[in-house]
């Protein structure tokens, strides 16, 4: 079946602009995760939702970060006034139930941010 | 907390050879444990993970690795690699209420011929 899928695939945009980034998690999947990848950061966990709630946000760098899932589908990572330092890849992933219940997290392509 | 730490940023092997990929973790509490595989460009591929039951756990592609609570470590095997094997490795763990993944800094394998 279709994986979890993440638009755009790559974003260019200038410093001090606003950015939306997409993910449709997999079909029935009802925790949905972002994670960021940078060189100087590793992978960062940023926020988790159970449903269209969001248990866990304290992985947000900064109130220019926010995150929304409506419907218990779609999700939307919104960056305000981008700065450099916020290039990176940002990663969605699924899971049927939460990690701890044993279930897997399966993660899609990524959105590459460059902020120039 | 949780975390984990991955020994070796870069790993080269000759096409045939064992590969070890080492992973250590901290938790207070019984943790669950992964090994993710990123190809280039790509996102990330469960390889295997251990959450209860048998601490000798086989993945995808011949891979495999042992839950060792003593050493608290994960290592990642594989018998003989093949140049396909050529990635990054990451090792995560989730432990408790946590409902997210630690990851450790990754591991690059490089496979020679």
């Known amino acids: 079946g279709a994986g979890v899928s993440q638009s755009p695939s790559n974003k260019v945009t200038e410093k001090g602009k606003d950015v939306e980034l997409r993910c449709d998690p997999i079909?029935?999947?009802?925790?949905l995760y972002w994670y960021r990848q940078s060189l100087g950061q590793g992978l960062e966990f940023l926020i988790y939702f159970q449903g269209n709630s969001a248990p866990d946000k304290s992985g947000l760098p900064s109130d220019r970060f926010s995150a929304e899932r409506t419907g218990g589908s779609v999700s939307t990572l919104t960056i305000q006034r981008t700065q450099q330092e916020d290039s990176a890849v940002y990663l969605c992933a699924s899971s049927y139930g939460l990690l701890e219940s044993g279930e897997t997290q399966y993660f899609g392509p990524g959105t590459r941010l460059l902020v120039l | 907390a949780q975390s984990v730490t991955q020994l070796g940023s870069h790993v080269s092997v000759s096409e045939g050879a064992l590969v070890l990929l080492r992973c250590n973790y901290s938790?207070?509490?019984?943790?669950?444990l992964f090994w993710y595989v990123q190809y280039p460009n790509q996102g990330l591929q469960l390889l295997l993970k251990y959450t209860t039951g048998a601490t000798l756990v086989k993945g995808i592609n011949g891979f495999e690795a042992e839950f060792k609570k003593s050493e608290t470590s994960f290592h990642l095997t594989k018998p003989s690699a093949h140049m396909s094997d050529a990635a990054e490795y990451f090792c995560a763990v989730t432990a408790g209420t946590a409902s997210k993944l630690t990851f450790g800094t990754g591991t690059r394998l490089q496979v020679t011929l």
């Open positions: 938790s207070s509490v019984p943790p669950y």
């Open positions: 079909s029935g999947h009802t925790a």
